[in-house]
């Protein structure tokens, strides 16, 4: 017998699925023809005698028409807000978008005017850049080439390339950088200009 009496989660799932069909007022012979799971099997994993997979769950979801959050009793999601402090770092301030350690980072960054002027430090690092700019002129030097970015234009680079950014005159720069670890690269579906 694989009982799942030592994980809670898994432990709960039988008794909720239980109560999910008898709510709906349904045997387990209908949920059977609804899902082609044997009728044994999902008697079992009511009763807690067998383990809840992704294999078993999927159909029975589908059959009751809810998420396979509810069948495993997930827990709800909290405030989605990120709440971050603004740092201040060469010239410019960043807000952290997202939370999560790790994986595709999201910042929000106001470059301060005059901080193109001279002659840039490009830096190199591990991962992968994409800048969107929301208002101002971004001066992006990448290697040899130096490029100046407009409301609504982007780029994307690998970050072992040697680069360097900042506002391209008088104005700040206000603009969207995700950064995620080398490997990982941002997909974007873009329509040519002129079709629809």
Do not use: C, N
Not at 58 to 82: C, F, M, N, S
Not at 95 to 101: A, D, E, F, I, V
Not at 112 to 140: C, M
Not at 145 to 152: E, F, S, T
Request: glycine content about 10%; charged content about 25%.
């Amino acid at each position: 017998m694989t009982s799942s009496e030592d994980d809670p989660v898994l432990a709960g799932v039988g008794p909720r699925l239980r109560a999910l069909r008898q709510r709906r007022d349904q045997t387990l012979t209908a949920l059977s023809a609804a899902t082609g799971i044997s009728v044994s099997t999902l008697s079992r994993l009511e009763s807690g005698g067998r383990k809840p997979t992704l294999e078993l769950l999927l159909p029975i979801a589908r059959a009751h028409g809810v998420a396979l959050d509810e069948l495993v009793g997930a827990p709800r999601v909290g405030d989605p807000r990120v709440r971050s402090e603004p740092v201040e770092m060469h010239g410019m301030t960043m807000w952290p978008l997202s939370s999560q350690p790790g994986g595709l980072q999201a910042y929000k960054l106001v470059v301060r005017p005059g901080t193109g002027r001279g002659q840039p430090d490009q830096r190199t690092h591990e991962g992968y850049d994409w800048l969107y700019v929301l208002s101002g002129r971004l001066r992006l030097v990448l290697a040899e080439h130096d490029l100046v970015l407009g409301r609504g234009e982007a780029a994307e680079f690998d970050t072992r390339t040697p680069h360097w950014f900042g506002s391209a005159d008088d104005r700040p720069v206000e603009l969207l950088a995700l950064f995620s670890k080398q490997g990982e690269r941002l997909h974007l579906r873009a329509r040519p200009k002129g079709s629809t």
